[in-house]
């Protein structure tokens, strides 16, 4: 690749444009396909139920402090725990990660747009009205005539509490159809990703060529087709009981609450392989560019999500230790379990093996991933405790397990995240967040996050099961629960202090340049924000590294892959 | 970032406080019965081997993020370019799967010792019935129904009398869990489940629900009484006779608005017309030290506020407020006390 033909935005276009009005402004965003605009929507519209569903676990940890506490009454506790899980997995999470995918993809391999923009566009909206539909509840959940009622079924929504014996109202169906609504969209997205990957790419990028951010989206969306589908219909037999006098999970006529359990959770868990495996993406391209090193053992990183993908289709019932399976298929599911470790671990060593011998720069996106990495780390290795069927008999659905996948989903997914606003921050906005600010973040975030989820773990090896709006004095659960509260709060301002460096920075910050990390993939090769057409010309690549290959003339990466 | 080290720590803390039963009721690290013993084997082992693989992990990633920081008076030249090294992917595949096979094998040993146990002759049955949100404890053995606080005798291990426990569930999903007793199991409704407990100590353990089940699923405690085989005997006997008529007076006034009101479609007294299914069995109301399901100690006042009124102690519980006269609140609660 030659530097003429690299694309620099701005050269293709002079035309000024009018100021626009603000209907203007608006209409654009409402009808647009373009992938970038999509894109932060989907990561804006996470970030408010980021705040939402932040609020719902404050609310939780207020009443948990002390024993006996009254902040808030029992219905509302266990309404406030169903909406957390389910905002944070589905309205948080999976539309962050989509915005994501949605505006790097393109980029980084080279296209103008994703392969279909249009249903691009759909799932967005499909996925934001599911949220809101989820939300709605709040007002209509009784009926109109009620004072409404939200979910208050836990996020895996267990039969038979989700029948219409037990869960009166409609706030089982807001759950329901909110989640089918959003599951459309997702499976929308995960076409268009696949689709993307296999037919946009730019002359020259091989699938051994791509990133390994796209190559993880791609393996992530892959999943998604397989995991979404059960799901939806395990919601759909849930609306046709509920409705139409069906008997799947009515245990009252026969039907089978365990049925319930295993379509939940055979969706349930690859799910949080879906959440995790972009935030490998993230760290994957962070810590090569901090590091000064290309991505340690890149195709070997490749097999090992491939083989994730694979392997976590068939762990599902590891979540369902107790409910009295065989003793064959409880050791079955602690094999796959423990297996579905070797690839992650792979991992670990290879983001090590990319620093080992680096020259590593503590810029914000990489401390953020160092976080990532060392709790990563724990998270997986409480996950090998819980794994262990017998031992999970003990921690299963006790504070242990909350404390465990918070550390996947905030010390892990969350970390990465936070990584990647403040890597890509600069491309979208074309501002530099403040580095001051996110030094605050960091320390204060990293701090709240350590005494709130490490501590979560004590409680849950002393008897405290999940779930339950209070607990008794005198089981020497109330020192750990006041500390885990506590650090809610250090959490809470941190994120207050990000969300003000974000607008902040949007409109004060210091002006970005096309490639403020001496980066390599493609993305850093337009201007920052990108032009809608995002590359005046097509490039062209022979290796991983395109930028690499223009800064380094004399050495090229094409030479060595 | 140390919490594996902790649990390592706490357990061995912990294990240490065992005797002090008081003070950590519920700690699993304490166990005295056959399969939460052998839990606790298990989970010292995985946290050994958990626990090594934390230290030697983090200790290289410390090592690289400190010694491959960029230094102050760095060139600014590139670093040297590695792309991949074949012998130590194959090290760190080859060696996590060793350690996966290890950790499988020992899991699937305490899997099946606790299993596929075998029954002995001489255990006790005890049918554990799920409600929302209470337990129901029948002996078929024995012949009677009690609620909420089990009773069990206490197993030498050379004459086991281990208890067993048929699971099942009247309305919703529940979990069975006594920490210290065993690893917990799910009631689920058309679903019958089986665990089994052998404490090899008399005393009170204490567990709760450990499946979301509706409401008050943080007030569906649970009382388990280890007992020795001589008071268990005697416990049994007397919970299988029928209550001694009440005398004439406040009690027998009780008795007469217990039994006209809608109190008797949910509860049953032995040996009278109250045979109602779906509240806890109240023939020997008073031998039990809480109500509620361990929500309240068994006192009088509790017993009448009860009464008058469940929400105050268990809001969203399914018992409904009668709307008796203080009277009849007093003379219920004098005939509820002579359930002994």
């Known amino acids: 690749m030659s530097s003429e033909s690299l694309p620099i935005s701005g050269l293709a276009g002079l035309e000024t444009k009018p100021r626009p009005t603000w209907i203007e402004v608006l209409h654009e965003w409402l009808v647009t396909v373009d992938h970038k605009k999509l894109g932060i929507m989907y990561i804006v519209y996470a970030l408010v139920f980021l705040v939402v569903g932040g609020v719902e676990a404050t609310i939780l940890r207020i009443q948990l402090a002390i024993p006996h506490a009254h902040f808030v009454s029992p219905q509302v506790f266990n309404r406030m725990f169903t909406m957390h899980g389910t905002t944070m997995i589905f309205f948080v999470a999976m539309p962050v990660l989509f915005g994501f995918a949605n505006y790097l993809v393109p980029l980084m391999i080279g296209a103008r747009d994703m392969a279909f923009p249009r249903l691009n566009a759909f799932s967005f909206w499909l996925t934001a009205f599911g949220g809101l539909l989820l939300y709605f509840s709040f007002l209509g959940g009784d009926g109109l005539y009620g004072a409404g009622s939200t979910p208050d079924v836990g996020w895996w929504a267990y039969a038979p509490l989700t029948s219409v014996a037990f869960s009166r109202g409609h706030s089982t169906d807001y759950w329901t159809i909110s989640l089918l609504v959003s599951g459309f969209g997702t499976i929308g997205t995960a076409v268009n990703i696949v689709a993307t990957v296999l037919s946009m790419r730019c002359p020259g990028m091989t699938l051994g060529k791509m990133p390994l951010l796209v190559w993880l989206n791609l393996v992530m969306s892959g999943m998604l087709l397989f995991t979404i589908t059960p799901l939806t219909a395990a919601q759909l037999m849930l609306m046709i009981d509920r409705y139409m006098g069906g008997h799947f999970f009515d245990t009252q006529a026969g039907g089978s609450a365990a049925i319930w359990m295993h379509f939940f959770w055979i969706f349930g868990h690859p799910e949080v392989y879906v959440l995790i495996i972009p935030c490998f993406a993230f760290v994957s391209e962070i810590v090569p560019v901090f590091s000064r090193k290309p991505i340690f053992g890149y195709p070997i990183m490749v097999a090992a999500t491939v083989c994730i993908g694979f392997v976590s289709l068939s762990v599902w019932a590891h979540h369902m230790y107790t409910i009295g399976m065989t003793s064959y298929e409880n050791a079955f599911f602690v094999l796959t379990t423990l297996a579905v470790g070797v690839p992650t671990g792979i991992k670990i060593f290879n983001w090590l093996g990319t620093m080992w011998g680096g020259k590593i720069r503590y810029e914000l996106p990489m401390m953020w991933c160092l976080g990532f990495l060392f709790q990563f780390l724990i998270a997986g290795l409480t996950g090998i405790m819980l794994g262990a069927a017998p031992f999970d008999w003990q921690l299963g659905n006790s504070y242990f397990v909350v404390a465990h996948f918070h550390y996947v989903i905030v010390g892990g997914i969350l970390f990465a995240l936070f990584g990647a606003f403040y890597y890509w921050f600069p491309k979208i906005t074309g501002k530099m967040l403040d580095k001051k600010l996110g030094h605050w973040h960091f320390w204060l975030f990293l701090f709240g996050f350590h005494m709130t989820f490490d501590f979560m773990h004590i409680p849950g090896l002393l008897g405290m099961p999940r779930r339950i709006y209070t607990y008794e004095a005198g089981r020497g659960w109330a020192i750990w629960n006041l500390i885990v509260t506590i650090g809610v709060f250090f959490q809470a301002v941190a994120v207050l202090m990000f969300v003000f460096n974000m607008i902040h920075s949007y409109f004060r910050g210091r002006v970005a340049g096309n490639d403020p990390w001496d980066a390599w993939t493609l993305e850093w090769a337009t201007s920052s924000p990108p032009p809608e057409y995002n590359f005046a010309v097509i490039p062209e690549v022979k290796s991983r590294r395109p930028l690499w290959d223009l800064k380094h003339p004399e050495d090229p990466d094409w030479k060595y892959e | ?340």
């Open chain 2, 1 to 340: 970032m140390r919490s594996t080290t902790w649990a390592v720590l706490a357990g061995a803390l912990f294990s240490r406080l065992a005797p002090a039963e008081a003070s950590l009721p519920t700690n699993i690290f304490a166990p005295v019965s056959t399969p939460a013993q052998l839990v606790h084997g298990l989970s010292l082992f995985v946290l050994t081997v958990t626990g090594v693989i934390f230290v030697v992990v983090f200790s290289l990633l410390a090592y690289s993020a400190i010694k491959f920081r960029r230094r102050p008076d760095d060139d600014g030249r590139e670093p040297f370019q590695i792309y991949g090294s074949d012998q130590l992917e194959l090290a760190w595949t080859v060696i996590p799967i060793i350690i996966v096979m290890v950790l499988f094998l020992t899991s699937a040993r305490v899997i099946h010792t606790v299993q596929d146990a075998r029954k002995p002759k001489s255990a006790i049955d005890v049918t554990v019935v799920g409600h929302q949100f209470w337990w129901e404890f029948r002996y078929p053995q024995y012949g009677f129904v009690t609620a909420n606080e089990l009773h069990v005798p206490v197993s030498d291990p050379k004459h086991p009398t281990p208890t067993y426990l048929k699971l099942l569930s009247a309305d919703t999903d529940h979990s069975f869990w006594v920490p210290r007793l065993a690893g917990k199991t799910d009631l689920i409704p058309n679903h019958p489940n089986e665990m089994w407990i052998d404490p090899h100590e008399t005393g009170l353990f204490l567990g709760q629900c450990a499946q979301y089940c509706g409401t008050q699923h943080a007030k569906m405690l649970l009382r388990v009484y280890v007992q020795s085989r001589e008071d268990f005997d005697a416990w049994v006997r007397s919970q299988q006779q029928a209550p001694a008529p009440v005398s004439p007076g406040d009690a027998a006034a009780g008795q007469r608005v217990f039994q006209s009101t809608a109190c008797i479609n949910c509860h049953a007294v032995s040996g009278t017309n109250a045979n109602g299914k779906f509240g806890p069995d109240l023939t020997h109301l008073m031998s039990r030290s809480t109500i509620a399901s361990g929500a309240v100690p068994n006192t009088p006042a509790n017993l009448r506020g009860w009464i008058g009124n469940p929400e105050t102690f268990k809001p969203g519980s399914l018992m409904p407020a009668m709307n008796l006269t203080p009277k009849e609140l007093d003379e219920v609660t004098t005939y509820l006390l002579t359930l002994h």
